[in-house]
């Protein structure tokens, strides 16, 4: 019993030095999980987000090798890393001129068409399919010609073409190459075909006949 006129004072009671320990252990442990869950979702951003370019310029890729064959007429060469297409006769003339081929080809860690804009003066010359075959043709393109090469997609790796038959016997285009994806390398192929196949410009040789003022 507390006597009247008596006065009791409260004790204030304040952490103990544990308690304090483990409310910064309590406390780590929280800011630890938000930096580790910050963490993982800036990752996941960032693959969502390369997942999605590469996708894009995978498409832009398959966009731009469908609209090249719509028109085109032969698969002239192919080395393997590196595929020659008639990609249309402009003229009607049945002949390859500068302006009408197309190359794709691998430039190291990409996939790339190179077209051709003629000099007044080479834009009267011809193509022979032989040339073609033989790496002349294109030579003398890069000599005679500007030159003019868009990529159609980058860093990818193990590019390569294949034909069903040998050029220019052939109507089928397969294009392979990977790309890396959080580190692993993922396959990828386009295939296509020659949309207007003239074969019934072609001897049994496989040349165009006749080709006049050939390169």
Known sequence: ???????????KKGFTLAELLMAIWVMS?????V???SFALGSANDSADNTSDIYSRIRYTTLR???LMRSSKLICANSGTSVAIWQADYNGDNKIEPNEIVYLETGGSSLKIVSFQPTPLAASQTLSLADVANGQARTWLNANCQVNSVTLINNCNSVSFS????PPFTKQLKIFFSVNQDGIARNYQITDGVRCYADYLLDASGQIDPVDDDI
């Not at 019993?1 to 004790?11: C, D």
């Not at 442990?29 to 999980?33: K, M, N, P, Q, T």
């Not at 034909?163 to 040998?166: C, K, M, S, V």
């Open 65 to 67: 090798i469908n609209e």
């Open 29 to 33: 442990i929280i800011l630890a999980a």
């Open 35 to 37: 930096a580790a869950l």
């Open 163 to 166: 034909t069903d038959r040998g």
């Open 1 to 11: 019993m507390v006597k009247k006129g008596v006065k009791v004072s409260k004790v």
